[in-house]
């Protein structure tokens, strides 16, 4: 039976490419269908209808005809505007790193509603949450998870002896955490400090509630954002580009350099 000629879905606008003089292809990200591209014609003109239901970081009910190559948008309706991670510079970066990640570890027409529900979630904290850049750690955690690399962080990953309650060490070519037996072996291996071990731990558990209460010093916040960080890059291998605007932004709120 062949396919409907329209369909409609719910959807976060995770990327917008500009074509043409007025064109635009988005990138979404759907419960059911995974991350699909739509085409919006003259969706940059003053006059376009739809330009205010398809910003960056939207969730919207959108309308799709079937196209050869692409999907044509002929319709959107916001369920979610999520305006006040416009009208934050710090918020709006936050907002699309998570649009970049979930970009970058989803592939197209997979389906993915744990990621999918985890974005929006976090999309939420965001908003919702007096601690943004801890929203972010919960999500690159739980997103890797979901993604197939969730990080051993309760094992040795060379031994697989439980590690034990001192500083060990973050690989991001093992995949997690290292006994001091073993660190040397892997050359690129970082030292971690038991408290960042500890609100690693809680952060990969399944619920945000325990992690909302967490109180972390600037210290202690930037070490556990550069272990994910360093492990997010490796694999990837590229810098995430919206993690470098992210940074200096936090420098110009906060004054910490690490």
């Known amino acids: 039976m062949p396919e409907p000629r329209s369909y409609q879905t719910e959807a976060i606008v995770i990327r917008k490419t500009k074509l043409g003089e007025a064109d635009t292809i988005l990138t979404f990200f759907t419960p059911g269908l995974g991350k699909i ?13 739809l330009a205010g239901h398809l910003e ?13 190559n692409l999907d044509t948008i002929t319709g959107s309706q916001t369920i979610e505007s999520f305006l006040p991670l416009k009208s934050d510079l710090f918020l709006t970066s936050c907002g699309l790193y ?39 750690r919960f999500f690159e955690l739980h997103l890797l998870e979901s993604a197939g690399y969730r990080p051993q962080l ?4 060379a031994c697989h002896q439980e590690l034990a309650p001192v500083a060990n060490y973050f690989s991001p070519s093992a995949g997690g955490l290292l006994c001091p037996a073993c660190a040397p072996a892997q050359p690129f ?30 210290e202690l916040a930037g070490e556990i954002e550069d272990i994910l960080g360093d492990y997010i890059k490796h694999l990837l291998e590229r810098e995430v580009k919206s993690a470098a605007w992210l940074e200096t932004l936090k420098e110009q709120r906060t004054g ?3």
């Open 37 to 49: 591209q739509g085409f919006a014609k003259s969706l940059r003109k003053p006059k376009s209808k």
């Open 56 to 68: 960056l970081l939207t969730h919207s009910q959108v309308s799709f005809a079937r196209g050869r």
């Open 98 to 136: 998570v649009a970049e990640l979930t970009n970058q570890f989803t592939a197209e027409h997979q389906e993915s509603l744990p990621i999918y529900e985890l974005a929006l979630a976090t999309l939420h904290r965001l908003v919702e949450e007096d601690n943004p850049e801890l929203v972010l």
């Open 154 to 157: 309760r094992h040795c990953v």
């Open 189 to 218: 291996a970082r030292g971690v400090s038991g408290n960042a071990q500890k609100v690693l731990r809680l952060l990969q558990g399944g619920d945000f509630a325990p992690a909302a209460r967490l109180k972390l010093d600037a």
């Open 256 to 258: 910490f350099r690490p």
